[in-house]
């Protein structure tokens, strides 16, 4: 799967790199929700997030938007896991997506973690719906 970079994303991954040291494995740009979303490689996290959270916050505020951090993962259902975080998130099930059916992502959170998945004005539940598009082909992203 071929994901396209905006030139404002390549330059953020650029800085995002040169200043926390982590891998960036994808940027977007969401301009509905004045953030960015940014794919860190799995296990760099702690680099990006950096001690106390500073790096990350450093950068937010030198580019003067939130940023959302999401951890790599090697398969759909640990991916939507991992981009519904810090939600507790207990399993995902990928549906068939048969013919002209959409892939669509069941990810079971605990009643009390909803809002937390969800996020403020449905912002988390988009950024997995965003990423997991992008990288996995899953049409959709649902909270069971």
Avoid: W
Wanted: charged content about 30%; some cysteine.
């Amino acid at each position: 799967m071929t994901v396209t970079l905006s030139d404002e994303a390549r330059r953020i991954i650029a800085l995002f790199e040169d200043e926390s040291g982590a891998t960036v494995r994808d940027c977007v740009v969401d301009d509905e929700y004045g953030r960015l979303l940014v794919l860190v490689k799995a296990g760099e996290m702690g680099e990006a997030i950096g001690p106390g959270g500073r790096t990350v916050q450093r950068i937010a505020d030198r580019l003067d938007r939130e940023i959302k951090l999401v951890e790599d993962a090697p398969t759909a259902e640990d991916f939507v896991a991992s981009a519904l975080a810090p939600a507790a998130v207990y399993n995902v099930t990928i549906s068939d997506g048969a013919e002209d059916d959409p892939t669509v992502a069941y990810a079971e959170v605990a009643d009390e973690d909803r809002g937390v998945a969800i996020g403020e004005d449905g912002r988390n539940i988009a950024a997995a719906r965003t990423l997991a598009a992008r990288h996995f082909d899953v049409d959709d992203v649902e909270l069971t």
